[in-house]
Nanobody, 121 residues
Framework: QVQLVESGGGLVQPGGSLRLSCAVSRSSFNINAMGWYRRAPGKQRELVAG???????NYAESVKGRFTISRDNAKNTVYLQMNSLKPEDTAVYSC???????????????WGQGTQVTVSS
């Protein structure tokens, strides 16, 4: 069974940095477009950043200039570098991607398990 596996969350002080990773559990599947979402307590889930299959990024206004999304196709992994973190960035972060098999056939839309990011002094 294929999964998206996330890592990199944790506790960080305001102004600090974290890097999240989202990798496909099986190398025979490829990530097409990918998005990082977050859900803060009492709030709706929001799209934080997305990246196309060609590597074009887009960001929510609240994170522009602070977060960077990137991908390493050789490792089938997408990263979210988060700098200048603020308490309001505290949330569960989840990756979401369309996966394709080795013959470029659509396999499905998948979510990672979620990773907690807490920004607090």
């Amino acid at each position: 069974q294929v999964q998206l596996v996330e890592s990199g969350g944790g506790l960080v002080q305001p102004g600090g940095s974290l890097r999240l990773s989202c990798a496909v559990s099986r190398s025979s599947f490829n990530i097409n477009a990918m998005g990082w979402y977050r859900r803060a307590p009492g709030k709706q889930r929001e799209l934080v950043a997305g990246i196309s299959s060609g590597g074009s990024p887009n960001y929510a206004e609240s994170v522009k200039g602070r977060f960077t999304i990137s991908r390493d196709n050789a490792k089938n992994t997408v990263y979210l570098q988060m700098n200048s973190l603020k308490p309001e960035d505290t949330a569960v972060y989840s990756c979401n991607a369309d996966l394709y098999d080795s013959l470029s056939r659509y396999f499905g839309n998948y979510w990672g398990q979620g990773t907690q990011v807490t920004v607090s002094s």
